[in-house]
T-cell receptor
Framework: DTGVSQDPRHKITKRGQNVTFRCDPI?????LYWYRQTLGQGPEFLTY????????KSRLLSDRFSAERPKGSFSTLEIQRTEQGDSAMYLC???????????FGPGTRLTVL | AQSVTQLDSHVSVSEGTPVLLRCNYS??????LFWYVQHPNKGLQLLLK??????LVKGINGFEAEFKKSETSFHLTKPSAHMSDAAEYFC????????????FGSGTRLLVRP
């Protein structure tokens, strides 16, 4: 069990650029979650997958955001035309279906200049 | 709707003294509750969870929490603080819809004075 990994750990970009983050869940976990954490706040749910199907998206996820999990393993989160308000920590978590414990990765810290 | 409220944004204790981090929850049914800890530049780590078994839950690193339905509380305690306990702590409730997503409180930053 190598845990949940995320790449990159840090990303600095200019406003208007596109960015993509990757999450590799624990290998036997079929549920994968994305959360966003802004400074001084708790994480907020963005979206989740069960296997390759994206089953729910938060209202926080504007149409500039897209997430995929093409083979039910790793997932990517892309932000198009980044804005300064997108600056945050993006967290990925995974769990087994029917269980309540989610295991988190170290996060990707995005800074939009 | 499920939610959690962490009553203190910052708590400061001296090393070796007890820790109390307060959390109240709101839930229309028996909740699943968690405490997670976040050290600087590290991911969220599960400290403990309550899922309707024993009301007193023991976690890692000497932490424990007591579920009190009558008070809708799930406070986190530790008898003796250690310098390494300094971190951000989140009280979390599980949303029991098809997603099983987590709803986080706003966090409590624990400072431990030498």
């Amino acid at each position: 069990d190598t845990g949940v990994s995320q790449d990159p750990r840090h990303k600095i970009t200019k406003r208007g650029q596109n960015v993509t983050f990757r999450c590799d869940p624990i290998s036997e976990h079929n549920r994968l979650y994305w959360y966003r954490q802004t400074l001084g706040q708790g994480p907020e749910f963005l979206t989740y997958f069960q296997n390759e199907a994206q089953l729910e998206k938060s209202r926080l996820l504007s149409d500039r955001f897209s997430a995929e999990r093409p083979k039910g393993s790793f997932s990517t989160l892309e932000i198009q035309r980044t804005e300064q308000g997108d600056s945050a920590m993006y967290l990925c978590a995974s769990s087994s279906a029917g269980t309540d414990t989610q295991y988190f990765g170290p996060g990707t810290r995005l800074t939009v200049l | 709707a499920q939610s959690v409220t962490q009553l203190d944004s910052h708590v400061s204790v001296s090393e070796g003294t007890p820790v109390l981090l307060r959390c109240n929850y709101s839930s229309s049914y028996s909740p699943s509750l968690f405490w997670y800890v976040q050290h600087p530049n590290k991911g969220l780590q599960l400290l403990l969870k309550y899922t309707s078994a024993a009301t007193l839950v023991k976690g890692i690193n000497g932490f424990e929490a007591e579920f009190k339905k009558s008070e809708t509380s799930f406070h986190l305690t530790k008898p003796s603080a250690h310098m390494s306990d300094a971190a951000e702590y989140f009280c979390v409730v599980l949303l029991r819809d098809s997603s099983y997503k987590l709803i986080f409180g706003s966090g409590t930053r624990l400072l431990v004075r030498p």
